[in-house]
């Protein structure tokens, strides 16, 4: 089957964490002594300038704001509208991400990426997302979700907390915080990188960093966390603000997420989105017209919280963070949890509250049949810790020797509101199930003690719910 055919086939990228308007457009002035290169750059350069009227001079050096940014910009569409064309021209009616916004990319590298059908995203991050203030650093959510376009579908063709050699000792609440986030903000498609790294007939005990097939830590919480992505269990935000830059802030290669405190402290409040500007320079770049709903904004480095405090609230009331403690709780119709260091402290939900004896860990309840937890038949309870990776291969950095992992188990209670007659199991590793016979039922609530072993999943259930 060709490809252009194939129903299974969504996406289309051209080119893969590979740019001019930041990374590589170094690349083509003469220290670098690429002399067919420089000559290619100085042509165009000098074509841009008659075309546009900007100053040659402005743009000879690529780190230069404005009219450099302007032109490899230029350069970078023209290069994706030739390719898309092409892949246009098979007859493919995939999604097409140009390249995408990774590896710290100022905003001025937005313009030539709208050229796509959707704007794509990188992002990787290390342990203390919970912890993170944000009037003053940015996290994986605000790295993100900073790139948002107002108007244009947002992707993340890959995220996720492990970085470098060794995974993160608190990656176990990434799933449910991104997923949370993503959809309070409204992102279409999150993209874990990476599920294997080899084929297992080949390598069958041989594993990466980047493996999450065998790490209890991250995949354990997936479930839940589509629940909230994917079946809507966490509500979009009530309100929007539109960052309307000017001309000048767009091509500015200093507007990141560490100078952008509006980004940083409406992400897990308010949609955020990025409002381009109009550009006659460039005749191609479509202007954004946010929705009259939208607040617009001008200034970047304006916070949207408080100078007093240590908690963010979305303004649909669902979500919670507190940074001092290092804690999110998602309150819910259909999921309810908490995570990160939530030890020796009890946490009242709407229908369900937790107290972990365990100091770091997640805990969530699911409703796997689309009612309210309160009336649901078919409940997911999720309990994950830290994990630890087996040891590294002597001379092969960032492989394990083995799929083996050490998880801390998560003891407590749960108390949960739900329907009578559910019956409570303990899902094991192989797929099957282990009754549960000390879960108590009393006026309208469950009482589940957790168990000592290591158990990552509870269900509870009506014995005929296949």
Known sequence: MAYKDDPTIAFCLVTNENDITHHYGILAIPREKHPALTELYQQRLGNFAKKTGLSENDMRFPWSPGASKMFLNDQEHAFYSTMIDSIRGTGSKALIAAGQMWGDNPLSCLPSITTGDVIDVHEYDVSG??????????????????????????????????????????????????????????????MLYGYCQQPLSEQ??????????????????????????????????????????????????????????????????SKFTIGIPPTPELDWLKASKPPESAKLIHEPDESFLPSKGSAVVSDTGELRRDWDAGIQTIDTPKTQAAQGAIGDHQYKLSDVSILSQTRHAAIAVSALDDQPIRSSNLLLVTTV????????????????????????????????????????????????????????????????PLQKKVSLWYLLQKPQTP
């Not at 992505?229 to 000048?248: I, T």
């Not at 590294?392 to 992992?405: L, T």
């Open 129 to 190: 997302q919970l912890t993170t203030d944000p009037r003053y650093k940015p996290n994986i959510v605000s790295m993100i979700g900073i790139n948002q376009v107002s108007g244009k579908p947002l992707t993340v063709s890959e995220w996720n907390l492990e970085m470098g050699l060794e995974p993160t000792v608190d990656r176990f609440i990434a799933p449910m915080y991104v997923a949370s986030i993503a959809a309070l903000q409204g992102w279409d498609a999150l």
């Open 204 to 269: 069958p005990h041989i594993t990466s960093v980047w493996d999450t097939f065998s790490d209890p830590a991250t995949m354990a919480s997936m479930p839940a966390a589509a629940m909230i992505f994917r079946n809507g269990h966490v509500s979009p935000a009530k309100k929007e603000y539109c960052l309307a830059l000017s001309r000048d802030q767009m091509f500015n290669p200093n507007l990141r997420p560490d100078s952008c405190a509006a980004a940083r402290t409406l992400m897990e409040q």
């Open 385 to 448: 810790a830290r994990v630890r990776k087996p040891k590294r291969i002597p001379g092969r950095a960032g492989w394990n020797q083995d799929m083996s992992s050490y998880a801390e188990a998560v003891r407590g209670e749960i108390t949960l509101r739900a329907p009578a007659g559910l019956k409570a199991f303990r899902l094991l590793g192989d797929g099957s199930t282990l009754p549960l016979e000390d879960v108590v039922y009393q006026d309208g609530t469950y009482r589940l």
